[in-house]
């Protein structure tokens, strides 16, 4: 299928291009967390002592966060379809040179260039606020974040699965594979990207998280709900194993990565507010998701007497989490199209530091307090979240009441 059967400039964006950059943005985010469930394959089969192996993950997000800062913001500068094509490519590179690693360094090295590759991911999301109308924008987003949240979700599954079969490398093999087959497919699908461009240096791009932050409301706004929302989400994913397999349920390994397929119900939510967002209800479903969220953690705090209360709130809270994001990506990209990439790498940035504060905190709060803790903990980054929403709609509300009278 050629390209201009797939999209026409005049029309946006077509369905059947969307349905392929979420495929590829499923598949790149994965490579993120492929390796979480190996871990301790990875540790006995190269001799890696379990206080190191921690760094695997870190050194793939590390990447990751250092892509969102010095390749993400690229798109603003050089066709996007190229950027996307290299990306994609240079995982594929990245996952072979892990399946040939024999070393700690050479491994560390290879995930960090697997993570850095991978923030392809938000060039898609770019390239898909970019190339959309403002009517379609919306809808267009939540599908690739719904691919998103699929790749995120049964990266773990496969992982674990193949290494049964095959051994762990097998899940690289397979990723670099992917990656080469994505590679060609998306630059022979993709229309050279034809959203004007200002002059923008390289360096301005970079740090324009911080300009963002110092002087743009809406995106300083959404940034920092996003902040605390990745927060309470990582509060229950990285904590969720502690409770799972400890004294209160003490569950094998296989069984706890199944709960997170509970969390697919997240790709209904972001299709839906996509759509929504595209109608003018951001705020709405900001507001609406953000209470959902706050009360998913009521649920959740059951889980040391029912898994069934616990399988419903990660239902509740995944889908609160995946509406709030697409409508904020939404947002902060209507009318400055043409620095979609810097302005969503930046606000990816948030959400990394986000995930990372939920999931370095929750640990020494389970160790002390238990799941109770974890709980509150969650519901108190959930409450402040809803809070800064609150008050950015408070001042709103009453900037414009000045206004009138």
Aim: charged share 10%; hydrophobic share 55%.
């Amino acid at each position: 299928m050629s390209s201009d059967q797939l999209t026409k400039s005049t029309q946006g964006i077509s369905r059947t291009l969307v349905l392929l950059l979420a495929g590829v943005a499923g598949f790149m985010v994965s490579n993120i967390y492929y390796g979480q469930p190996l871990l301790e394959r990875i540790s006995a089969d190269m001799d890696i002592s379990v206080a190191s192996i921690g760094w695997i993950v870190a050194s793939s997000q590390a990447g990751y966060l250092l892509g969102l800062v010095l390749l993400v913001p690229l798109g603003d500068m050089v066709d996007r379809r190229k950027l996307i094509t290299v990306q994609v490519a240079a995982s594929a590179v990245g996952a072979f040179a892990v399946t040939l690693a024999s070393s700690q360094t050479a491994l560390l090295l290879a995930f960090a260039l697997l993570g850095l590759a991978s923030s392809v991911v938000q060039t898609i999301v770019a390239y898909t606020a970019a190339s959309s109308t403002p009517d379609q924008r919306g809808g267009s987003i939540g599908t690739v974040t719904a691919g998103v949240v699929s790749g995120l979700i049964l990266a773990r599954t496969i992982a674990g699965g193949m290494t049964e079969l095959w051994g762990w490398r097998s899940v690289y093999v397979f990723a670099a594979a992917a990656g080469a087959v994505l590679a060609v497919a998306a630059f022979r699908a993709l229309p050279p990207d034809s959203c004007a461009r200002g002059e923008v240096r390289y360096w301005r791009a970079v740090t324009s998280v911080v300009v963002l932050t110092r002087r743009n409301p809406v995106f300083r706004t959404r940034a920092l709900i996003t902040m605390l929302l990745f927060a309470s989400f990582g509060v229950l994913w990285s904590g969720m194993s502690l409770l799972l397999s400890g004294p209160a349920w003490n569950l094998p390994p296989g069984i706890v990565g199944l709960f997170g397929l509970a969390g697919l119900v997240g790709i209904l939510a972001a299709s839906k507010a996509g759509a929504a967002a595209d109608r003018g209800w951001g705020q709405r479903v900001t507001g609406f998701s953000l209470v959902a969220l706050l009360g998913s953690w009521l649920t959740l705090s059951l889980a040391n007497w029912s898994l069934l209360w616990f399988i419903a709130g990660i239902i509740v809270l995944d889908a609160a989490v995946q509406a709030v994001h697409v409508s904020s990506q939404t947002m902060i990209v209507a009318g400055a199209e043409e620095s979609a990439s810097s302005i969503i790498g930046s606000y990816m940035v948030f959400y990394s530091v986000g995930s990372a504060l939920g999931a370095a905190a929750v640990a020494p709060v389970f160790d002390v307090w238990g799941w109770t803790g974890a709980s509150v903990l969650g519901a108190g980054f959930a409450l402040l979240a809803l809070a800064v929403w609150g008050t950015d709609r408070l001042r709103r509300h009453s900037k414009h009441a000045g206004g009138v009278g």
